[in-house]
């Protein structure tokens, strides 16, 4: 170990962690500007994470966490007249909402700078799946996505170089060394972005469920209070939506297919649930930044827009402005319905049978996304390639009368067949059972307001 001055007080500050000290803000500042600078080993920054998962953090030290890591790099100023708003998911199965929402957003006249992240795990990337059109470029730069929010009202991109550059560090290191699910660094990475985009108004989806990061409503709970608490003391007006992520988000996963699933939505007939989260979590962000008085009327602007065509046509206008053809941007965007002839097709569709007559009681969408991650279509680890053309078409919906035989899932792979585990894994997703037993429920389960923890 080096005797020189930084590594001594890095070393010190780790050890404070570990027997559960309290930070000051100026040591918090010191650990950031290390990992920022380089000064910091990587083995030292696993061992500083390690030691906050394991005895937290206070609200005092991870408001200064998220605040140091937010300024580690350039913030985003933007025209004081503009309604600078954005939506964050902390991941699921099927989760393809910021491709309708933002441009149905951007219809409702906000600007809406959503920088997105990629897939890890058994969680889909929003970058990835955006990625399966040709030509999509999520790379712009601060100046190219000024001028798309001014000329569209929307884009989609990818963090950049100088936007929270501690975040890049911690967030690949936190994956290597099991410390993702720590609630100040979930809190620090998600709201430091959000808050150096300059944001008016944000709305985070905080999963539950079987195929979430948290298991039970009350852990997504306290994760969601934590967020709504440091976006709000940054000075973004925050929310949170509860939202169950047991079965898979509409009837599509992967990347390809999802795209597919959110052109559907975008033409006004999306499967329920998908423009259900849709509609509820932007209307929840026009109430949110003033631009709807109340919660329903938000959420009937928002579902004018995926109807009338208005945000489809921000769609095509935000594809085409981040690198995607005219042609392809206007076919993907017109009345077909055959996506694939721009987007790679896998080679092999594969469709299995339900093994009993009764009704779709549940599908596991754990189960699933782990099954297509083995086929190519997520990362075990940051950097990773991934198969865009991978996914499941979901056949039948949840409380459907189905008969032994017909098909369920149509599997999308490259892999010339299916292993046996697999396709056992698979056929116990679904779960079969009689009619009485089903129970319609709405995926939001509650909301946190930023001015009103106790409103749902």
Known sequence: MSSNGNTIN??????????????????????????????????QIGAMLMAIWQKNMSDEETLALTREMMNSGETL????????????????VGDKVSLPLAPALAACGCKVPMISGRGLAHTGGTLDKLESIPGFNVIQSKQQVKQILQDVGCCI????????????????????????????????SIISKKGAEGLSALVLDVKFGRAALYKDLDSA??????????????????GAALTRMDAPIGQSVGNAVEVCEALECLKGRGPDDLTELVTI???HILRMCGLSSTLESGKEEIALKLNNGEALKKFQEMLEAQGVS?????????????YFRHMRRAAHQT???????????????????????????GRTQSGEKID????????????????????????????PDLSTHQDSVLQKALVIGSRDKYNVVSRVAEFICPNNPNMS
């Open 10 to 43: 890095f070393t010190e500050l780790i050890k404070l962690k570990r027997d559960g000290d309290q930070f000051s803000p100026a040591q918090i500042h010191t650990f950031v500007q290390g990992v920022t600078s380089g000064a910091i080993q990587d083995s």
């Open 351 to 377: 469709e299995l049978k339900v093994p009993d007559d009764g009704t779709v009681l549940d599908i596991d969408g754990l189960a699933l996304a782990e099954v297509l991650h083995k086929l190519g279509a």
């Open 221 to 238: 709970r306290e994760l969601a209070q934590s967020l709504v608490t440091a976006g709000n003391s940054l000075g973004v007006k925050t």
């Open 157 to 188: 991109v990818g963090q950049t170089e100088s936007l929270v550059p501690a975040d890049r560090v911690l967030y690949a290191i936190r994956d290597a060394t099991s410390t993702v699910d720590s609630l100040p660094l979930i809190t620090s």
């Open 326 to 338: 005219a042609d392809v941007a206007s076919s993907l965007c017109s009345d077909e319905t055959d």
């Open 388 to 415: 865009h053309s991978v996914g499941a078409e979901i056949l039948v919906k949840m409380g459907q009368q189905v008969q032994k035989g017909e098909s369920w899932i149509r599997i999308h792979h490259n892999s």
């Open 281 to 283: 979590l932007g209307g």
């Open 77 to 92: 100023e933007w025209p004081k007249e503009w309604r600078v708003v954005d939506k964050h998911s902390t991941g699921g």
